[in-house]
Each structure stands twice: as structure tokens, then as C-alpha cells.
């Protein structure tokens, strides 16, 4: 299983942007897919994950400006982030959970400054 992540950046506070995140390989139909972030510094946290089912958890810091989807025919996570603050800047992970095996994306940069 591999998962490749795309669409960060460098946005302006209050900005945009919409992450997205393609898993390939046999993976088990039932799984959780789910955005990480780790800011230089600090560790990795949890952003936001959504269950094959549709079912979210969301950070508190990320409740009302970050939406998570996904595609299940695609096998694909997506995180719509709006009103970006400089404290998003972050590099974004992507994880899979399924059963008890856990995948990592390689990590996409979102850096938000004016």
C-alpha cells in the first residue's frame, strides 16, 4: 500500500487550500483515512479522520475551517482548509488505518505567511 499526498503551499492568512491524498495497492474496504501535521518543534498531531463509513473526528483547532472528505472509489482523502492562520503552518500527513496496519504519506508542506 502507498499513499501519495499533494496540493500544499503557500497561502496567505485567511486563504485556502485542499489537500489531497491517493492510497494504491489491495487495501481492506473497511479502513480510516486521516490528516496528520507536524510544525517544526512540536510532534505530530492529529487534524482531522473520516472512517470508510463517512463517520469524522476533527481537532478542535480544525472544527469549522477544515473539511474532510473522501472518494472511496478512489481510495482517495481530501482536506479542505479555509481561514489558514500562520499556526496551520505545518508539514501535512496523510495516514490509513486498516485493521491493525498503518500507512504513512510522505507529507505535504502547507506554510501560510503574508
Known amino acids: 500500500v502507498q499513499l501519495q499526498a499533494s496540493g500544499g503551499g503557500l497561502v496567505q492568512p485567511g486563504g485556502s487550500l485542499r489537500l489531497s491524498c491517493a492510497a494504491s495497492?489491495?487495501?481492506?474496504?473497511?479502513?480510516?483515512m486521516g490528516w496528520y501535521r507536524q510544525a517544526p518543534g512540536k510532534q505530530r498531531e492529529l487534524v482531522a479522520h473520516?472512517?470508510?463509513?463517512?463517520?469524522?473526528n476533527y481537532a478542535d483547532s480544525a472544527k469549522g475551517r477544515f473539511t474532510i472528505s473522501r472518494d472511496n472509489a478512489k481510495n482517495t482523502v481530501y482536506l479542505q482548509m479555509n481561514s489558514l492562520k500562520p499556526e496551520d503552518t505545518a508539514v501535512y500527513y496523510c495516514?490509513?488505518?486498516?485493521?491493525?496496519?498503518?500507512?504513512w504519506g510522505q507529507g505535504t508542506q502547507v506554510t501560510v505567511s503574508s
Open positions: 495516514k490509513l488505518n486498516v485493521l491493525r496496519d498503518v500507512y
Open positions: 495497492g489491495s487495501i481492506f474496504r473497511f479502513n480510516v
Open positions: 473520516i472512517t470508510s463509513g463517512g463517520s469524522t
